[in-house]
C-alpha cells in the first residue's frame, strides 16, 4: 500500500516539475522579449573610445617597460665561474 502512495507523489513531482519548468520557461522568454531593446547609447561609444585609449597606453608603457630593463642590462654579461674552476684552484 505505501508503495503504491509512493509512486503516486513521485510521478506527480515529475509531472509538476516537468510542467513547471516548462511554463516558467515560457514566462521568462516572453518576459525577455518584452524588454525594451537599448537604443545607441552615447555612452558606448565613449566607453569602447576609452577602452582603445587605456590599451594603447598599456602598449606604449609595456614598451618603455621592456626599453628600461635593456638599458639597466649591463652590456658585458657576467658569468659566474663553474664549479670546475672552481675546485682546481685550491
Known amino acids: 500500500m505505501e508503495l503504491w502512495l509512493v509512486l503516486i507523489v513521485l510521478t506527480i513531482f515529475v509531472i509538476t516539475g516537468v510542467w513547471g519548468s516548462i511554463i516558467l520557461s515560457g514566462l521568462f522568454n516572453k518576459r525577455r522579449h518584452q524588454l525594451p531593446t537599448p537604443t545607441d ?8 573610445e576609452d577602452h582603445q585609449r587605456l590599451e594603447a597606453q598599456l602598449e606604449r608603457l609595456e614598451e618603455e617597460i621592456r626599453f628600461f630593463r635593456e638599458l639597466q642590462q649591463p652590456e658585458i654579461q657576467t658569468r659566474l665561474p663553474s664549479p670546475d674552476r672552481e675546485g682546481s684552484g685550491g
Open 41 to 48: 547609447d552615447p555612452r558606448i561609444d565613449r566607453l569602447e
